[in-house]
């Protein structure tokens, strides 16, 4: 995992905000597929926001996203905020080189 990262994660009653921070890698991507998870029964909306990270490598992107389609089978959803959010997204591509 990039030294620098963290998850912060706070609960209500039907929805679970997380805030990354730092530089997203693979481990990265791997502590918030694993946040996803351990909290899927306990709400059924999840906002994450980017606005605290620093950089996205692409390695990480590519790992959240590949194994966020094993969580979206739950029914979930997830909504991105902040600057790096179309950068993480399932959705995103991006056609120059990193």
Known sequence: MAQNFKISIHR??????????????????????????????????KQIDTSKLKKVYPFGREVFKSNLLIVKDRRIRIQFSGPNALRISPHYTNSRRE
Do not use: C, H, T, V
């Open 12 to 45: 209500k009653i039907d929805n679970l905000s997380i805030r990354l921070m730092g530089d997203f890698d693979g481990n990265s991507a791997w502590e918030l597929i694993n946040a996803i998870r351990e909290n899927l029964n306990n709400s059924k909306f």
